[in-house]
């Protein structure tokens, strides 16, 4: 069995002496630097720490257990050039702003997880890029290349990686400091800008429903700052924590350390890592890696993933059927969950796996328009959030969360929802695929808070 491949003594580098998918192509040129930028790598001091991890995983264990959702959300790609305060201030508004809908309506609280602080690896359907005759490396992510189509900017760079590991301390630092004082600001209610409520797509009950929503959860903080015992900044004291994808294993095992006090390894890059869809297969070197790291760990399941392909994944990744640690992020396009989930589920419940569902209606829904445009349907996004909730409810299994690609900026990089086509051109700025703006985030929450209700 392709998991019996898995079975050998695991250090952070026994993935190297297995085949890697999506591979970056560092260059012979490059073995020295790339050596010296691990090296120093290894002797920094983390970026978080195995206390915050396992607090992490502890929560996660009672989201899987129904007590708590998942919010998770950023950037596609986080790039070294948007690493600015207000950015990632926006961010950071949208997500508290979305958690405090699904704290009010579902009554449960939530767990707030950004795409950030080192999203900065991105996979690609193709390792190199034509244009007019020219090929190049293709655009890894910040921390490898640079995207302009020009040969010195696409040329793998080792040093990348430490600039990787200064900007995501300072995105870090940042979050860390607002978490303290200045988040109750931003997730003060009447700091929400609710003119979506206002765009013509959406229709009259909708606009009643969450009309509704929004004065119950103005009444509900104002309620709560009269008590004047507990000011909204302490209910907000409460975590953020990290995650991206684990794609570049040279920056992530430069990072995997044993801590005092504590067995095995920990991915000090951050909390959550987790695995692509181009990236999850057994025998190769991310499964590998990711096996031996005590974080809790993501995997992205797309439509094609079969019941026993998980299973055996399972296996390897968490042979200890540990609580919290697994994350099962489904990303299976609009049309496909009522079909491709309930196996899925099934395998799970008859092996009693202790798995956290959630849902990534963004990977599943990319398209390109006859002008070459990348974009995703709000409606399609919308359309698979609602066939996930509902397939989890038929199959009596818990739907715990949601991963979306958002920013607290007024992008126009997803169609719908105000963004018509013709604004698609005006504002795209991601550095990779299409991101929700501020107002489709904010009525993605209002949707699901209904439906989680
Ligand atoms: C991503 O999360 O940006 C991504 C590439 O996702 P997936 O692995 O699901 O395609
Ligand atoms: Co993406």
């Known amino acids: 069995m392709n998991s019996d491949l898995h079975r050998g003594p695991w250090s952070p580098d026994s993935w190297q002496s297995f085949p890697v998918l999506q591979e970056i192509p560092w260059g012979t040129e490059n073995v020295a630097a790339l ?16 206390w915050e991890i396992e607090a992490l995983r502890l929560e996660l264990a009672e989201a899987q257990e129904g007590k708590r959702f998942v919010l998770q959300g950023g950037d596609c790609a986080e790039t070294f050039d948007r690493c600015t305060s207000n950015d990632i201030a926006a961010k950071l508004k949208v997500l508290l702003q979305a958690s405090l809908v699904f704290v009010h309506e579902g009554r449960r609280p939530v767990v707030r997880i950004g795409r950030f602080g080192g999203q900065y690896g991105k996979p690609r359907s193709a390792p190199t890029e034509t244009i007019d005759g020219v090929e190049l490396p293709s655009y890894f992510g910040d921390l490898v290349n640079a995207a302009p189509f020009e040969a010195g900017a696409r040329r793998p760079d080792p040093s990348r990686l430490l600039d990787g590991y200064a900007h995501a301390a300072a995105t870090l630092n940042f979050v860390r400091s607002l978490g303290t004082r200045g988040f109750s600001d931003l997730a003060e209610p009447s700091q929400s800008d609710l003119s979506f409520l206002s765009h013509a797509a959406l229709s009259p009950e909708l606009r009643a429903e969450y009309t509704r929503i929004a004065h119950g959860l103005r009444d509900a903080v104002r309620f709560v700052e009269t008590l004047g015992e507990r000011p909204l900044s302490d209910l907000f004291r409460t975590d953020i924590f990290a995650s991206h994808e684990g794609l570049v294993l040279d920056w992530e095992a430069a990072q995997t350390r044993t801590v005092p006090r504590r067995d095995g390894y920990y991915n000090l890059s951050t ?105 995703r349907r709000f409606d399609r996004i919308v359309t ?30 997803c169609l719908g929802a105000g963004v018509e086509e013709e604004d698609l051109a005006r504002n795209f700025e991601s550095a990779c695929d299409p991101r929700l703006n501020y107002r489709q985030a904010l009525e993605i929450a209002f949707r699901l808070a209904r439906l989680v209700k």
Request: glycine share 10%; hydrophobic share 40%.
């Open 35 to 50: 050596a010296a930028a691990k090296d120093k790598l290894r002797r920094m001091p983390p970026l978080v720490t195995s």
């Open 271 to 375: 909390h959550l890592p987790w695995i692509g869809e181009r990236t999850r297969k057994l025998g190769y070197a991310h499964v590998e890696f990711f096996r031996g790291i005590r974080n809790p760990v993501g995997v992205k399941i797309g439509p094609t993933t079969t019941p026993g392909e998980l299973l055996d994944l399972l296996d390897v990744l968490d042979p200890e059927n540990l609580p919290g640690k697994i994350v099962l992020i489904t990303r299976f396009g609009a049309g496909r969950a009522p079909e491709v989930l309930p196996p899925l589920i099934a395998a799970i419940q008859a092996t009693k796996r202790r798995v956290l569902w959630i849902a990534d209606p963004m990977h599943g829904n990319g398209e390109k328009l006859a002008s070459g445009q990348k974009t």
């Open 384 to 413: 698979e959030l609602d066939e996930v909730v509902a397939t989890h409810r038929r199959c009596n299994s818990i739907f715990g969360g949601v991963h979306l690609e958002l920013t607290g900026e007024d992008v126009t990089e």
